[in-house]
């Protein structure tokens, strides 16, 4: 069944697109990832226009993190103060995020831009997940090896500003989660992510937050900012589809309660091993459209405003 | 439904070009289309409209339709450190948003190179302005992969379809819109052509519009697009929320 989406002024299937949202959502539940940086690539190759997808997308971001966090906040994995303090910084990034793209798109460089985001974000974290959880299977085999300190103390730590966290049992420079809160909240506009692919990673391993309060807390920061993109992208750019975003997250959420069932049965070392396969394989993919002589080497763009 | 209205309107078009005999009417030539309103609604998946009319006397006839004039730009790629990247840029004034062509012999059989451009007969021949600073060398391909690109969306039609006959005098052809199509005031020109001249030509408006709720939501991103914005995240908020609910049970 077709439906016209007036937004992105195209007809699309709508069984095609609840199982696109149901097949991410089951990933995202068993990952304990948002999967933006899945949907996103998927909607540019079913031909939205990447301006679209990126806007609508985060938009459903909005909807998954919501359904996500109310299950981490009964059990008290949230820390609200780490989390406002990353939102900050969040929503100072993903603003400047949304001028930028702005900016790229009248230059005719966004789709460049968005795709080049794509594979050096999926590669890093790639390799570091999968160099992580290749470790920590060897260590689950040979129990024998030694266990690594809580956190190292690096010179990140001896930043000003202090701030006590007691929720993740942290005493840190605020500095450092503005930083990140920041830096993603850029990368969530211009790549239509909630960027808990990198929040988590970078709240584990530089941060040195417990590892049971990084997904609530992220989940409760993403909501904030993908809300921020979502407005400012429908202010700005009239780029945001309510029903391309409502017909995903509808598959989205009731896929992801599926993904979830299945985390549970699954060894994490193994779960993240996948994961991290996976992720390359993707910024693999998206490296491969960029090289891969195009069909027709002209394109009909959009310009600047007149 | 088409072929019934199709019958009614064709009687109708004879009964019409009855005064045409002998007449003072020297146009000989009426035309019209199944609808004058195409409406895109939450269903759309693109729609044909039936073109028709009758001639006084024998002739072929050419039609062009043409979507609202717009701004295209349009960017090339080349090939850096391994990836395709743009880097050139062309913009064009007066681009028919959507462009359809037939014809009931082929055209360059019908009319001279000079015609068909005056006329703006096939996609070639149409006066795209460039703006900017192109070398005209380089503007022929950007205005050949404008067309290109527009074919490949559906929005171009560069081989012209058919215009059948019936007996000397009825015609009919069907153009389709696909489901991207451009909204907007629509110009349907006939052309009656003999012995290489164009001797009457006809327009017959037609509009492409958003109805229903696509329509609203359409109107609603750009009129108030703060507020879509604040209900886009309501929703969001609420489906998510109601969902997080809902699965606790299970």
Known sequence: MQIYLPIAEISLDVFLLLAMGGGVGFLSGLFGVGGGFLMTPLLIFIGVSPAIAVASEANQVVAASASGVLAHMRRGHVDFKMGSVLLAGGIVGSSLGVAIYSLLRSMGQLDLVISLSYVAFLGII???????????VRRRVRPGAPRRKLHQHTWLHGLPFKMRFRKSKLYISVILPLAIGFFVG???????????????????????MPTITVVG???????????????????????????????????????????GLFAHRLPGE?????????????????????????????????GPEL | MIRRGLKILMLAAVLFLAPFHGGPHAQ???A??????????????????????????????????????????????????????????????????????????????????ASLKRHGIGAQNLPFVAMGKVAP??????????????????????????????????????????????????????FFVRDGRVISAQTVPLTIAKIGLGADVYRFAHASSALYG????????????????????V
């Open chain 1, 126 to 136: 790639g390799s570091l997940m999968l160099g992580e959880s290749v470790r920590a």
């Open chain 1, 186 to 208: 850029i990368l969530s506009a211009i790549m239509g992510v909630g960027g808990g692919f990198i929040i988590v990673p970078a709240m584990i391993y530089v941060l040195g």
């Open chain 1, 217 to 259: 807390t992220s989940l409760f920061q993403i909501i904030f900012v993908t809300a921020n993109v979502t407005f400012l992208q429908a202010f700005h750019n009239q780029t945001v589809d309510v029903v391309l975003a409502l017909i995903l997250l509808t598959g989205g959420v009731i896929g992801a309660q599926f993904g």
């Open chain 1, 270 to 302: 193994y779960l993240r091993l996948l994961l991290g396969a996976f992720v390359l394989f993707v910024g693999a993919m998206i490296l491969f459209g960029l090289a891969v002589t195009p069909e027709d080497i002209y394109s009909i763009g959009t």
């Open chain 2, 28 to 30: 000989g030539l009426v």
């Open chain 2, 32 to 113: 019209d289309s199944s609808s004058q309103l195409v409406a895109i609604t939450t269903g759309f998946v693109g729609t044909d409209v039936l073109l028709f009319g009758a001639i006084e006397s024998p002739g072929d006839i050419i039609i062009v339709v043409r979507g609202p004039a717009r701004r295209e730009v349009v960017r090339r790629k080349g090939r850096h450190a391994g990836i395709w990247i743009n880097e050139m840029e062309a913009s064009f004034h007066d681009v028919p948003s959507y462009y359809w062509l037939a014809s009931s012999k082929p055209i360059e059989t019908l009319l001279r190179p």
């Open chain 2, 137 to 190: 060398d380089d503007l022929a391909g950007f205005r050949a992969g404008l067309i290109r690109n527009k074919v490949f969306n559906g929005l171009y039609t560069v081989r012209p379809r058919d215009v059948s006959f019936r007996g000397q005098h009825l015609f009919r052809s069907t153009v389709y819109f696909p489901s991207n199509v451009p909204t907007g005031a629509y110009k349907v020109r006939v």
């Open chain 2, 230 to 249: 604040l209900l886009a995240i309501a929703i969001a908020l609420f489906v998510g929320l109601f969902a997080g609910v809902i699965f606790r049970k």
